[in-house]
């Protein structure tokens, strides 16, 4: 009776290891080239994009600038000006 266990449970070990062992677990069995080093060209036109990006980014800023003590004081003038024409 124990060999006829111990068969059963060599029996189902092997049915286990055998399935376990012929998945391939989701790789193609084709071999994947390395990956390409990226030449020196390459990098150098990468850098140059990038950094012409940067200065269209700086070009035209998101926010409008500070406004001086003076460029204030004009717009605030030109305004109360705009505002009494109106009244009139």
Do not use: C, F, H, W
Request: net charge positive; aromatic share 2%; charged share 45%.
């Amino acid at each position: 009776m124990k060999t006829r266990a111990l068969a059963v449970v060599a029996l189902a070990a092997a049915l286990a290891a055998g399935s376990a062992l012929g998945q391939n677990k989701g790789r193609d069995d084709r071999k994947q080239p390395p990956p390409r080093q990226m030449k020196q060209e390459d990098r150098q036109r990468m850098r140059e994009d990038v950094r012409d990006a940067y200065r269209d980014r700086q070009a035209r800023p998101d926010r409008p600038r500070q406004m001086s003590p003076e460029e204030r004081e004009k717009l605030r003038r030109d305004i109360e000006d705009a505002n009494r024409q109106l009244r009139k």
